[in-house]
């Protein structure tokens, strides 16, 4: 079946300027997750959804950064005034509920400039 | 922080057995042990898991020591698909994944 997918791919910005990166998570699962990956490091956790509500934001760096899930499927991470230290590969992982096994979209590489 | 600790990098001749180590010493009674990998450019991609037993799927085993303090994954035959960065990771059930640097296999020809 269908994998979690995300969109765009690639994002290229300006220092300042806004972002939103989508997440389609595979169907029926109600636990979605957006973690950070920075070149040379490890997936950071950023945010967590059950359902449509976060149920833990604790990793999102500043208020510039909100996600968002409002019928419990899709998701968008947005991301205001972005800087150049916000470049990074943006992941979205969903699970079936918060128990199970968590699996991954390819990311969304985000480059500001 | 991450709870395990891996070697940063190992390497495998093809068609041998990669067999990757991790530490994990304060795992508590309720967590997992989890095996991602993250081949060039991609996602993470699932592997494997397990709490006390050892597990095998198409993919690999995972041997757990009888103290839980240590694990081992198995990759039977390696191919050079196989080459990537590996993560083990300990979770409790409903907890967020908290990743390491991972140990970062190259598959040798």
């Known amino acids: 079946g269908a994998g979690v997918s995300q969109t765009p791919s690639n994002k290229v910005t300006e220092k300042g300027k806004y972002v939103e990166l989508r997440c389609d998570p595979i169907s029926g699962h109600t636990a979605l997750y957006w973690y950070r990956q920075s070149l040379g490091q490890g997936p950071e956790f950023l945010i967590y959804f059950q359902g449509t509500g976060a149920a833990d934001d604790s990793g999102l760096p500043n208020d510039r950064f909100f996600a968002v899930r409002p019928e419990g499927s899709v998701s968008t991470l947005k991301i205001q005034r972005t800087e150049r230290g916000d470049s990074a590969v943006y992941l979205c992982?969903?699970?079936?509920?918060?128990?199970?096994?968590?699996?991954f979209g390819p990311g969304t590489r985000l480059l500001v400039l | 922080d991450a709870k395990t600790t891996q070697p940063p990098s190992m390497d495998c001749a093809e068609g041998r057995a990669a067999n990757l180590p991790c530490n994990h010493s304060t795992i508590s009674g309720n967590e997992y042990v989890y095996w991602y990998r993250q081949i060039h450019s991609q996602g993470p991609q699932y592997i494997i898991h397990g709490l006390k037993n050892n597990e095998t799927n198409e993919m690999a085993s995972l041997i757990i020591t009888e103290d839980r303090k240590s694990s081992t994954l198995i990759l039977p035959h390696a191919t050079l698909r196989d080459t990537a960065v590996y993560y083990c990771?300990?979770?409790?059930?409903?907890?967020?994944?908290?990743f390491g640097k991972g140990t970062r296999l190259h598959i040798l020809p």
């Open positions: 992982a969903s699970s079936l509920n918060s128990l199970q096994t968590q699996y």
């Open positions: 990771i300990v979770r409790a059930g409903d907890d967020k994944i908290i």
